[in-house]
């Protein structure tokens, strides 16, 4: 269609699909974690839904072959949240660096090291 | 009086919430939703304008042609005023 040169990536409305998968899904803690902090992004003021989807749409369609649902949401809040000042790559990253010196797993890095 | 409206055919590289296979069809306004600020502003943390944002009405045989398995059922979509010209 002619019309439609030009569609971005995740803009599938009309294509060809496969069959919809009508399992239910079950979450990970952190991934109701994610969840929940893109409820208080919207609070407190970062950024809307709108930029969310700016951002997973900009990571094309590697990322949604590649990473989970939620694996694309951080991405995309982290993207928006140093866009808009919420901390810097150098706090990020150091932030980052102390979380993995607790251990390897999830459930390390939850007890903060005086815990 | 039915309100003829054609979504524009533009393609722009960014956040848009115009689907692509809406673009260059023509619909009926099936009622007008409100201003609501523009999502392609608010995707960039900018200032945003308020757009008038309405429910159009698009027939199957509009948007599929002849593939149409039902030519006469309808398809709804919620579209911003910007995104649309009246014919």
Same mark, same amino acid.
């Given at each position: 269609? *002619?019309?439609?040169?030009? /569609? #971005?990536?995740?803009?599938?409305? &009309?294509? =060809? +699909?496969?069959?919809?998968?009508?399992?239910?899904?079950?979450?990970?803690?952190?991934?109701?974690?994610?969840?929940?902090?893109?409820?208080?992004?919207?609070?407190?003021?970062?950024? *809307?839904?709108?930029?969310? /989807? #700016?951002?997973?749409?900009?990571? &094309?369609? =590697? +990322?949604?072959?590649?990473?989970?649902?939620?694996?694309?949401?951080?991405?995309?809040?982290?993207?928006?949240?140093?866009?808009?000042?919420?901390?810097?790559?150098?706090?990020?990253?150091?932030?980052?660096?102390?979380?993995?010196?607790?251990?390897?797993?999830?459930?390390? +890095?939850?007890?903060?090291?005086?815990? | 009086?039915?309100?003829?409206?054609?979504?524009?055919?533009?393609?722009?590289?960014?956040?848009?919430?115009?689907?692509?296979?809406?673009?260059?069809?023509?619909?009926?306004?099936?009622?007008?939703?409100?201003?609501?600020?523009?999502?392609?502003?608010?995707?960039?943390?900018?200032?945003?304008?308020?757009?008038?944002?309405?429910?159009?009405?698009?027939?199957?045989?509009?948007?599929?042609?002849?593939?149409?398995?039902?030519?006469?059922?309808?398809?709804?979509?919620?579209?911003?005023?910007?995104?649309?010209?009246?014919?």
């Amino acid at each position: 269609m *002619t019309d439609t040169d030009g /569609r #971005r990536w995740h803009d599938m409305g &009309g294509q =060809d +699909a496969g069959p919809v998968c009508a399992d239910d899904h079950d979450f990970a803690l952190w991934e109701k974690r994610v969840d929940a902090l893109m409820v208080l992004c919207g609070a407190k003021g970062f950024f *809307t839904v709108d930029g969310l /989807r #700016r951002a997973l749409e900009d990571m &094309g369609e =590697d +990322a949604f072959e590649t990473m989970s649902y939620y694996e694309r949401w951080i991405a995309a809040i982290n993207q928006n949240l140093i866009e808009a000042g919420a901390y810097t790559l150098t706090e990020l990253g150091e932030r980052m660096e102390q979380i993995a010196e607790r251990g390897p797993t999830y459930a390390a +890095a939850q007890k903060a090291p005086d815990a | 009086m039915p309100e003829y409206v054609r979504v524009k055919t533009i393609m722009p590289p960014g956040h848009v919430r115009t689907p692509a296979y809406l673009r260059g069809k023509t619909g009926v306004i099936e009622r007008a939703l409100g201003p609501f600020s523009n999502p392609e502003q608010l995707a960039y943390a900018l200032p945003a304008e308020k757009q008038p944002l309405y429910r159009v009405r698009f027939t199957m045989a509009e948007l599929w042609g002849t593939a149409a398995e039902h030519p006469t059922d309808t398809l709804d979509a919620e579209i911003y005023g910007h995104w649309l010209e009246k014919i």
